[in-house]
């Protein structure tokens, strides 16, 4: 059995007039690094919040299907606690994720633990290697409240990141983040997949998804229309009516198979260069 099934998923918020998810399946394996695209409203945050029982726990609204993640039947669950040590969530507003009562950044990162009941010496040991890792040491004594977006966006990661869950969800986590920031999350997600973890990333920078995630999932109406490697699913004809555009490497690939009537697609940055360079030498 893989490590995480979705079976027929259908949900509908309890106000809205349509299912939000529509017979959504799929099944993943532990260790993936899944990049969800799609256009806006197509259902990408939705679909994480039933990954984790959000819905239909917190928002009520009707809901059908089954979900396991890691052996746990998600659909059954009666409480959101249950999957606490397993699934971490970070919010797209980082405003949502804040505990709203902690004095200090070290102390915010450290509530999802002292939550989960962890000994003190394991909570400082987590939430001192988290800081150093998002370069966030120098802040862990200011007022949470008093950083800026990006910031807070990054302490917000890190009270999630701290707990060390094996299934990490995070909807556009870099949002407020400038370009350098934004690859160096990136990168540190990308080490949690190499550490096994699986990662679920909502995002709209998909020359990042492009490189990073193992596997793109486009969500258009509440389903999963494409699922394949980045390579091939960034080739999808149909990526203008999902509203997804084509990573840059993609498109300048295109171009110069186009341009030399290569016999082959150029996919990665340095076959792009290796070509520029043989037609260069070749003047
Ligand atoms: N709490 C809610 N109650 C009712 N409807 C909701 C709620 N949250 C989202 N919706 C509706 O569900 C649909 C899907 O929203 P969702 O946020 O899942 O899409 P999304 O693909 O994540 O969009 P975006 O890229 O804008 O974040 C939208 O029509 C939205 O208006």
Redesign the pocket.
């Known amino acids: 059995m893989a490590y995480i099934t979705c079976d027929n998923l259908t949900y509908s918020?309890?106000?809205?007039e349509e299912p939000?998810l529509n017979d959504l399946s799929f099944e993943a394996q532990k260790g993936e690094f899944i990049g969800i695209v799609?256009?806006?409203?197509?259902?990408?945050?939705?679909?994480c919040?039933a990954l984790r029982g959000f819905a239909p726990l917190f928002?009520k609204?009707e809901f059908s299907g089954q979900i396991t993640l890691a052996e746990k039947k998600i659909h059954e669950m009666k409480r959101l606690s249950d999957i606490a040590d397993l699934v971490g969530y970070v919010f797209?507003n980082p405003f949502t994720q804040m505990s709203g009562i902690e004095e200090t950044v070290f102390q915010e990162m450290a509530f999802g633990l002292e939550n989960l009941g962890l000994p003190k010496e394991k909570i400082i040991n987590n939430v001192t290697r988290t800081l150093t890792d998002l370069g966030l040491t120098s802040i862990q004594d200011k007022h949470p409240l008093y950083l800026s977006g990006g910031q807070q966006q990054k302490v917000a990661l890190g009270s999630v990141l701290a707990m060390n869950p094996e299934i990490l969800i995070a909807?556009?986590p870099t949002s407020q983040l400038d370009p350098a920031a934004t690859k160096e999350i990136f990168s540190l997600l990308k080490e949690n997949q190499k550490n096994g973890k699986t990662i679920f990333l909502?995002e709209?920078k998909i020359d990042l998804l492009y490189e990073y995630a193992t596997r793109i999932l486009i969500?258009h109406e509440?389903k999963i229309v494409v699922d394949d490697k980045p390579e091939i699913a960034f080739l999808d004809d149909r990526l203008a009516m999902f509203g997804v555009e084509m990573p840059n490497i993609l498109a300048l690939g295109q171009l110069l198979k186009e341009t030399y009537s290569l016999d082959f697609l150029p996919t990665k940055q340095q076959e792009i260069e290796e070509v520029l360079l043989f037609y260069r030498d070749r003047k």
Do not use: A, M, R
């Open positions: 918020y309890p106000l809205s939000v799609g256009q806006n409203g197509s259902g990408k945050t939705t679909f919040h928002y609204g797209q909807d556009e909502v709209h969500i509440g």
